[in-house]
């Protein structure tokens, strides 16, 4: 009877852990059974993008955390869970954390499979251009990984040097394993550049309708006429011009004599004579008792 006791327990409890598991780790579904491989936003299905579909884990969009590496414990996926809700109604945007071991030996094995992650599940259906941001963390053991990645509006926001800062300050937790520290900060901080608004650095650039980010155009250079330049020119002219101007005066000499200026061809003179021409008499008497004098001035 104990024996059958005890049995009863264990499988209780065993049937207790795989609810639990079952409800932490996403669900994937079959994409082959789901019309248009279960791609609900504008991208087209071609034979260049078929493959990266199907191998795409297709999940259900509302539940925001997939932890498939089991890195969480069912209490912190259901904090995350409210966090990143939260997020989505204050920002408008999907936040989503993704957990996995994928095996790589590039860099772009990680970007490529986060995208496709977001790309090719329902994220942002309801949103501006699908904007969101999803940190994945690849737990492959051989060369641990972890970044973030962006998506419409959400790249305005969130700048390369705002994910820098952020990656940064939740290293030391992410490294010691402390996942649920270090993805409720990753939300935070997210929360926060939001409501500082768009970085300087990203001041022109625009978001396209299919979500891709578009460089601000490029103006032609204005031009500015070279001031200085043409001062420091039209002062060496300057200077030129007058000390020639100079050094040609210091080459007349100065003469002291008003006949050293006439031509002496241009004057001819034929004949020298003096003529009496007029007279003028003046009269005054000083007294009775004087005679009269008489002044008589000549001129000439």
């Known amino acids: 009877m104990k024996k059958i006791k005890y049995l009863l327990i264990i499988i209780t409890l065993f049937l207790l852990g795989v609810t639990s598991v079952s409800a932490k780790v996403p669900e994937i579904k079959n994409r082959e059974e789901l019309e248009n491989l279960g791609v609900n936003k504008k991208w087209q299905i071609t034979d ?19 932890d498939f590496s089991d890195v969480l414990t069912e209490e912190e996926y259901e904090k995350l869970k409210s966090e990143a809700q939260d997020f989505k109604n204050h920002t408008n945007m999907e936040i989503i954390i993704l ?6 030996s590039e860099d772009s094995v990680n970007e490529n499979y986060a995208v496709d992650f977001y790309d090719y599940n329902d994220f942002g259906l309801d ?4 904007s969101g941001v999803l940190f994945f963390r690849n737990t492959y053991e ?24 952020t990656l940064d300050n939740i290293y030391d937790n992410i490294h010691n394993k402390n996942y ?12 926060n550049y939001y409501d500082n608004g768009i970085p300087s650095e990203m001041k022109g650039y625009t978001v396209d309708d299919n979500g891709y980010l578009q460089a601000p155009p490029v103006e032609p250079p204005k031009y500015h006429p070279p001031i200085i330049l043409a001062l420091i020119i039209a002062s060496i002219v300057s ?25 002496s061809k241009s004057i001819n003179i034929t004949n020298k004579e003096d003529t009496f021409i007029s007279s003028h008499t003046t009269h005054y008497t000083t007294s009775s008792s004087r005679k009269m004098k008489n002044f008589i001035y000549f001129s000439h």
């Open 239 to 263: 200077g030129i011009t007058i000390a020639i101007m100079i050094k040609k005066n210091k080459m007349v000499a100065k003469e002291t004599k008003a006949e050293e200026y006439i031509d």
């Open 99 to 104: 957990t996995d071991n994928v095996p790589y």
């Open 142 to 165: 051989s060369d641990p990984y972890y970044d973030i990645y962006t998506f419409g509006d959400a790249q305005l926001y969130f700048s390369y040097q705002r994910l820098d800062s």
């Open 48 to 66: 260049t993008n078929k493959s990266n579909v199907l191998k795409t884990k297709y999940v259900n969009a509302e539940e925001k955390i997939y």
């Open 180 to 191: 649920y520290e270090g993805f409720s900060r990753y939300i935070s901080e997210m929360k």
């Open 127 to 130: 949103l501006n251009k699908y």
